[in-house]
């Protein structure tokens, strides 16, 4: 194969990919719009792909039916949440800070402020309608969380300091529900200052 020939296939690659990943968020940016529309349960997929302006094959090739569909825009979105706090942290970090509990609570901050962003994601996961197995998935992550939290704080692994950064997490959690119910950005906010309070308040690296 001559180097135009590779060079055309890698552009031609390169296109079909860009493609394909452009069909796929359309179908996630509609699923989303139908999913909080209308939950899980009584959502279809032709109303998706008729929204995202696709296929039903697409959708199938890409995510494989309605279950796998909703389950990867949760994941989309806990990948989001993620990202953006790591970023908070990492750019916390570069300016100097070093704190434990000032860099938990910038991610705290980055956290809250995503819920705002995402509200209706928020109140569709609160809803509890979803497929069978995703509260499941949903507790695991949530360990998964409660783990990260520990590091960032640089918890110990006695009980007291497991049950410390649990408490911790579900005020965050809790905060980010009642964040979810806002309609006003104002309000949002408020409890986002609030919460940071309240974690100040138990001073979680002195507990013990």
Request: hydrophobic letters at 40%; a neutral charge.
């Amino acid at each position: 194969m001559t180097r135009k020939a590779v060079r055309t296939t890698a552009r031609d690659s390169a296109w079909q990919w860009n493609r394909s990943e452009q069909t796929r968020r359309a179908l996630l940016d509609a699923a989303r719009e139908i999913f909080c529309e209308q939950g899980f349960t009584d959502s279809a997929i032709v109303a998706v792909v008729r929204r995202a302006g696709s296929s039903v094959g697409s959708l199938y090739h890409h995510f494989g039916g309605k279950t796998e569909l909703f389950v990867a825009l949760w994941e989309d979105y806990e990948d989001a949440r993620e990202r953006d706090a790591s970023e908070a942290v990492a750019q916390a970090k570069e300016a100097g800070e070093t704190d434990p509990l000032e860099l938990f609570l910038v991610g705290t901050r980055s956290f809250l402020d995503g819920c705002w962003r995402r509200r209706d994601l928020v109140r569709l996961w609160m809803d509890g309608d979803g497929p069978p197995g995703f509260e499941l998935m949903r507790r695991g992550r949530g360990r998964e969380w409660i783990r990260r939290n520990a590091v960032l704080l640089g918890a110990g692994g006695e009980p007291v300091d497991r049950l410390v950064v649990g408490v911790l997490t579900s005020v965050i959690g809790e905060a980010g529900r009642e964040i979810g119910t806002c309609s006003r950005k104002r309000d949002a906010d408020a409890i986002r200052d609030a919460t940071v309070v309240l974690i100040r308040r138990l001073d979680p690296l002195h507990v013990r």
